[in-house]
Structures are given as C-alpha cells and as structure tokens.
C-alpha cells in the first residue's frame, strides 16, 4: 500500500519538500495545502526588487505549474488547514475537506507581528509578507509622500531603501539603539545606519510608536513624544511562527514547532520545516530561523525522513539582504561575546566583519565582499583557526585562506 504524504504550507519549504520526496524515489501521494491564492513563491524579492516594480509577478514563483502535475502533487490553495486529528491521522482544511495522511509536513511559516496601539487599523498602515500586501503597498509609494518605517530590521530597511528610489521622505522609528540590532554586529549596524542617513533616510533610535495618528486615514506617528508626519507607514516589527494548528494537536512547540535533527516533531509520523521550526543547531543551541537557506535545507532532510533516508541537519545557516547598492551576505550565528576581527575598510562599501569564537572562525558578515563570505562560510563549517591578523590582512586574498 502507498503513502500518502499531506503538506500543509505551500511556500519555500513545501514546494523544496516535493521536489526532494519525488528525487528521491518517494512514490506514494503528495498532497500540498496552502492558504494562500497562489502557487509556492520566493518572499525576498518583495521588499526588493519586486516593490521596486523592477521584477515581474510571474518571476516571483518557485516552479511553473508543470511541475506540480509532473510531481504528482495534488495541489490545494486558498484553503487553510484548520486542525491536524493526529489519532486519526487526518487534517482538516476550513472549506470541510478531510485529507487522511500517513505522514504529514508542516511547513506553515510565519506571519507579521501586528503593532498593538492605538490607530494601527487606520488605512495606510502596510505589513510585508506577501505578494498581496506588496500589490497594495507599491500604489501607495506612487501617492505617498512621506513613509515612517517603524522598525529598523532588514525588511523595514530594505523598504526604505526603494522607498528613497521613489523619492519618498523617509523616516525609520527603532526602539533599539541601532539598526538590524537582532541580526548583524555593532561595526555592521553603524555602516548601515550611515549608509541610509547618506541617502536621505531620517533615523530615530530608542523611539518606541505610541500610537498612530489620523481621523479617516494616516496622517502621522507619535513615537518617543513626538509626532511624525506621515502619509503611509510600513510595520516591519517581527514575526510570529504559524503553530496555532500544532499546539492544539498538542505537538511540543514553543515559539515554534519542535523538532530534531531529522525534522520530526514530538509526533514520530509528523514533520516540520522552515520558518515554523525550531531545533537544536550544530552548536546545540535552540534557533529558530527565518531563512531561504533553512526553508530549504529543512525542507529537504524533512522530505529524506520522510523517504525513509533520514540524515542530521547541520548546515552553516545564510542570510542575504540587499539595500541600495549594497548587498550584505551572513553565514554563521553570531553571538555577543564574539570577538570579531574586520577586514577592509566600511568606507570602502565593501568589507567584512569575522566573528571569533574559543578560537575558531564562527559566523561572517559580508558587505559587498563575496569572496569573504563564500571562504568564511566554509572556514565555519570546517570550525576552522584563523590567526585574526590573516583573517583581518586584505594583502593576503581570501582563497589563500582556507
Ligand atoms: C519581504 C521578505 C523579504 C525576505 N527576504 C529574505 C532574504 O533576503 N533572504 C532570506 O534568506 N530570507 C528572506 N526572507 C525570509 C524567507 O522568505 C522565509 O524564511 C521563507 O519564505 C520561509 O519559508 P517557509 O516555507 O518556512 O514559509 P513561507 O514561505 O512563508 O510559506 C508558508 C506558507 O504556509 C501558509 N500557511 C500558514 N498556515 C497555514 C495553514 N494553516 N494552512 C495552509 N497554509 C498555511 C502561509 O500562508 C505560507 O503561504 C524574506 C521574507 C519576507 C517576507
């Protein structure tokens, strides 16, 4: 009798999870439900290219229709599933529909954080997620004259980057005391933050949003005492993993669906991959990541469990995130106590900052220097020792490194 795979969450780690399982011998039935109108599309261009109207809708999907039908995956989208019944093995999708599964991924993703003050319902409030919150944003920035960004993490600074394009005034309201502060280091935060002011962008740091002001729509942003006019504002303050489903089927979750190196979850037949997750990483510290490289890789050692051909999960994580010019490229996790080592000069635009840690090379930043991020990410993989002098000497090119 053949298997019957459900996949619930047609985005990065869904549409990866079908391509693996039919790669890998996997004959039994696929079926993928997403809750979206739309076939699994690629999210970074969002707030890049595809905002700045430079790619076109169609680019943005991961794999034409074919493939689907050529997978033997039945596809289901625009139906959410609304609860896993794991003693009968079934999910059940909000339209009435009960799909049986032998084994079952999750692959849900996240969704914005919603700001909870006063005002947040007033129309030109924007989030960025989805191709439809972008088809609504992009009108606005041809309207708009002033944007407040309010957060300034990679995907409210990747805004205002094409928002200066559109020659937009800009203002990003942080709580914190500098940019991206979750993700990258101080040297890596302060180039940005000059990178932005010297395109025009007002910052405002230790500057929490009070409320949002305007009686039929917005009209400004009170924040740290002041008020910031502003016709549009775009909300780019974190995200919250899709487990909602999971907890009530009582899998272990806690921001996030648990799961091992294999991508099970507290269920030995129900898997998990991507943003949903969380698990232990190479290092042994509990992450849950927001990546393409995660989605992918999760999903893929997700399809191998399920295929019978389990294999760990240990790959050095990577991130990108381009604004202006510039395109910033990350591999490793970071921690504060890291001591890091720069090499080139930031004025330069292209330098990089090495993470140090019990002596061994343990995450790079990369500012337009792909050779420093392509040799680090595998000096991190071989946990390799790199006498910092090396490592910060530009005479000595990095390939002469490893
Ligand atoms: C604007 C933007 C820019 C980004 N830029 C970068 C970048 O530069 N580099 C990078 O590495 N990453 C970037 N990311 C993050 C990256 O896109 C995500 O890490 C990746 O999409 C995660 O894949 P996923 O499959 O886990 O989740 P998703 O791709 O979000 O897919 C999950 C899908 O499941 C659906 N779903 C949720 N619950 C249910 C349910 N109950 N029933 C049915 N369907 C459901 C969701 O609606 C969604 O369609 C960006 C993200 C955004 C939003």
Redesign the pocket.
């Given at each position: 009798m053949l298997e019957r795979i459900v996949i619930?969450?047609?985005?990065?780690?869904?549409c990866q999870a079908v391509a693996t399982l039919r790669a890998e011998g996997f004959e039994g039935s696929i079926v993928m439900?997403?809750?979206?109108p739309f076939a699994?599309y690629?999210?970074?261009p969002?707030?890049?290219t595809y905002l700045m109207g430079t790619m076109e809708r169609d680019r943005l999907f991961l794999k034409p229709d074919a493939f689907y039908a050529d997978a033997r995956c039945e596809t289901i989208f625009d139906?959410?599933?609304?609860s896993i019944n794991r003693g009968a093995r079934q999910v059940i999708c909000a339209d009435g529909r009960v799909l049986s599964y032998d084994k079952l991924l999750l692959?849900?993703?996240?969704?914005v954080r919603k700001i909870k003050v006063p005002g947040a319902d007033l129309p030109g409030i924007h989030y960025?997620?989805?191709i439809a919150d972008v088809d609504a944003l992009r009108p606005a920035f041809q309207s708009a004259k002033t944007l407040a960004v309010v957060g300034g993490g990679?995907?409210g600074l990747?805004v205002a980057a094409v928002a200066r394009k559109y020659d937009l005034k800009v203002v990003v309201l942080e709580a914190l005391d500098r940019v991206m502060a979750r993700a990258v280091s101080k040297p890596v935060s302060a180039f940005y933050e000059q990178a932005h002011r010297e395109a025009g962008v007002e910052i405002h740091f230790n500057t929490a949003v009070e409320a949002f002001e305007g009686e039929a729509r917005l009209t400004g942003v009170r924040a740290g005492g002041k008020v910031f006019a502003a016709d549009i504002a775009l909300v780019g303050i974190g995200v919250v993993p899709?487990c909602e489903?999971a907890i009530e089927a009582g899998l272990d979750c806690s921001d996030g669906i648990r799961v091992d190196r294999n991508c099970v979850t507290s269920d030995p037949v129900i898997f998990a991959?991507?943003?949903?997750t969380r698990h232990h990483d190479r290092h042994g510290d509990l992450v849950r990541l927001?990546?393409?490289?995660?989605?992918i890789d999760q999903?893929k050692h997700a399809a191998l469990a399920m295929a019978g051909k389990p294999k760990d999960y240990a790959e050095v994580p990577w991130?990108?995130?381009?604004q202006y010019d510039l395109k910033l490229q990350i591999a490793g996790l970071a921690k504060p106590d890291d001591a890091i080592v720069l090499r080139g000069d930031p004025a330069s635009r292209k330098f990089a900052v090495f993470h140090i840690r019990a002596g061994k090379v343990a995450a790079v930043e990369a500012v337009n220097a792909a050779p420093e991020y392509l040799v680090g990410r595998k000096l991190i993989a071989d946990g390799a020792s790199v006498p910092p002098e090396r490592l910060a000497d530009t005479a000595i090119p990095m390939k002469t490194i490893v």
């Open positions: 619930v969450g047609a985005g990065q780690a869904g439900v997403g809750d979206e699994p690629q999210r970074p969002l707030s890049k139906v959410p599933v609304v692959a849900t993703g996240t969704r960025l997620r989805s990679y995907i990747e899709n489903i991959a991507g943003d949903c927001e990546s393409v490289q995660n989605a999903a991130f990108w995130s381009d």
